[in-house]
C-alpha cells in the first residue's frame, strides 16, 4: 500500500472517530458499477448498487445517488458523513454526492 493511500485512511479514520454514532455513508467504486451504503455504528441502514441500472457510468451514479438519499429521507435520516475513502471527489463520485445533494440529502 503507498504512502498516500495510508495517510487518507488514517486522517478518515480520525474524522469519524470524533462523530460516532453518526450516519456515514460509504462509496465502492468498481471499473463498472458503484455502491453506496449508510452505516451507524457498524450496522447498515440503506444500500444500492447500480448493478441493475443500464446506462454509463455517470448515469450509474446519479441514479445511485438519488437512490440512496430517497431510502434516507424514507428513514428520517437527513445529514450524513460522506466517506469517498481513498477515491478523489471527481467524477462518478463527485455525480453520486452532488445527486443525493440534489434530493435534500445533507452531506
Known amino acids: 500500500m503507498n504512502k498516500r493511500i495510508k495517510k487518507i485512511r488514517n486522517t478518515s479514520k480520525i474524522k469519524f472517530l470524533n462523530k460516532q454514532n453518526f450516519p456515514v455513508l460509504k462509496i465502492f ?16 441502514v440503506a444500500s444500492t448498487n447500480s448493478l441493475k441500472i443500464a446506462g454509463n457510468k455517470m448515469d450509474k451514479s446519479r441514479q445511485v445517488g438519488s437512490l440512496i438519499a430517497d431510502k434516507l429521507l424514507k428513514n428520517k435520516i437527513h445529514q450524513v458523513i460522506f466517506d469517498r475513502g481513498t477515491y478523489k471527489y471527481h467524477g462518478r463520485v463527485k455525480v453520486l454526492a452532488e445527486s443525493a445533494r440534489e434530493k435534500g440529502l445533507k452531506i
Open 29 to 44: 467504486r468498481s471499473l463498472t458499477n458503484i455502491y453506496a451504503q449508510v452505516v451507524i455504528d457498524s450496522k447498515v
